[in-house]
């Protein structure tokens, strides 16, 4: 049979053949906690659901396909896939990271794995393109995320991994690309070890599940991980899974039109005199847009903007929509709204990571365009 390649199929059909036993055409919701053996330990290959899945198992290996590596790992959450990332390290090792970074991935590293004698730095992009000088002997783990959350930051994913591969024993390169998804840009081809979602986001598609994901492609990592997965637990259920599964069949025609309208939308921002900085990886104009033109399909559906009359008109501006829902998370098929110096990056509020409380933050979804940018006009009117 001819081998098949495209990221459209891969996303139909991967870990997803028809039901055996009833032709089902999507994978059946295995709502089922353990598996009957026909002796002690005969079974086919399932027997308890926390070690694994139909469902989940499906999910997985169509996970692992799209972004090109060879296992898969479905969790509860983003953050239980953050979590079980850093069981892998020991009390004393050191996170090299960003300064532009999910509120949630800050917090989990300074409020419970400090605790637990794992220290993270935080260094502005720029300094990642001389990472040699400023990884540390205790550094056990990169976790990079591109574009960043929420200024919409670019790092050279294959330029980072050339210089830790240079290294004589090299930490573990974990990129969150929840942002970008396996469909704009596929980190482990790029050389990193270990790919993050939170499926919630555009994997999922449609704002009704939430969910995490790790894949990776070497071996020895995936046994670690999935014996983290086992002994830890913080599994995907399997309804969950299946919605996951049906979300990613679209991902790739919703990811063209999302960057289709954020397009447009960047564009009209661009020109508005309300808007006193925007970040969009899709225009010229943003300052690592060769680092998209290299490693990113487009400039994906996320756009922040400060505000220009700063966070009292921000903050009049995200209530004055009406189409554009005030609200955390994004990535669905509605367009949202939020300022992440009140909301999604609370969490770094009083540090060095603090946010511009005029940044407002769009998840652009798949409204009509006009639409949206009638509703945005309406917010600089009213603010
Ligand atoms: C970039 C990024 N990574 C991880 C997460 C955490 O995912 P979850 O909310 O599914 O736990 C989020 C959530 O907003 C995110 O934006």
């Known amino acids: 049979m001819k081998k098949i390649i495209g990221f459209e199929t891969l996303a139909i059909h991967a870990g997803q053949p028809p039901d055996p036993t009833t032709g089902a055409v999507m994978t059946p919701i295995f709502q089922t906690s353990t598996y009957e053996q026909e002796a002690v330990g005969v079974h086919k290959g399932y027997e308890y659901s926390r070690t694994s899945n139909p469902t989940r198992s499906a999910l997985e290996a169509c996970l692992a396909a799209l972004e090109g590596g060879s296992n898969g790992f479905a969790f509860a959450s983003g953050m239980a896939a953050a979590d079980t990332v850093l069981k892998l390290l020991d009390p004393g090792d050191h996170i090299l ?49 591109s574009p960043s959350n929420p200024y919409l930051n670019l790092v050279d994913i294959g330029a980072v991994s ?47 599940v939430v969910g995490g994901a790790l894949i990776v492609r070497d071996d020895a990592i995936a046994e670690k991980i999935g014996f983290l997965q086992n002994a830890v637990g913080a599994i995907q259920g399997p309804m969950d899974s299946f919605l996951i599964l049906r979300g990613i069949k679209t991902l790739p025609v919703r990811m063209d039109r999302h960057a289709e309208n954020a397009h447009q939308i960047a564009r009209y921002l661009q020109e508005h005199p ?74 770094t509020a009083d540090s060095t990571l603090s946010v511009d409380p005029a940044l407002i933050r769009l998840s652009v979804g798949l409204e009509a365009v006009e639409d949206l940018i009638r509703d945005l006009e309406r917010g600089f009117q009213s603010s």
Request: net charge negative.
């Open 274 to 347: 309300g808007v006193s900085t925007l970040f969009y990886p899709g225009l010229p104009s943003h300052p690592q847009r060769h680092i998209a033109k290299k490693q990113m399909r487009n400039g994906g559906g996320m756009i922040s903007f400060i505000h220009r009359d700063g966070p009292d008109a921000a903050g009049r501006f995200v209530e004055a929509m009406e189409l554009f829902m005030l609200a955390e998370s994004l990535r669905g098929v509605e367009s949202l709204i939020e300022i992440p110096a009140m909301m999604t990056h609370a969490s």
């Open 162 to 208: 050339d210089s830790l591969k240079k290294m004589a024993d090299p930490p573990l390169l974990c990129v969150d690309n929840t942002f970008a998804t396996p469909y704009l840009q596929q980190p482990l081809t790029l050389g990193g070890d270990i790919v993050l979602h939170s499926t919630t986001k555009y994997l999922g598609g449609h704002s009704d």
């Open 97 to 145: 990271t960003m300064s532009d970074l999910y509120g949630g991935s800050y917090r989990i590293f300074q409020q419970v794995y400090a605790r637990y004698g794992v220290q993270a730095t935080y260094v502005p992009v720029d300094a990642l393109n001389r990472i040699e000088d400023i990884i540390q002997p205790e550094t056990r783990l990169v976790w990079l995320e």
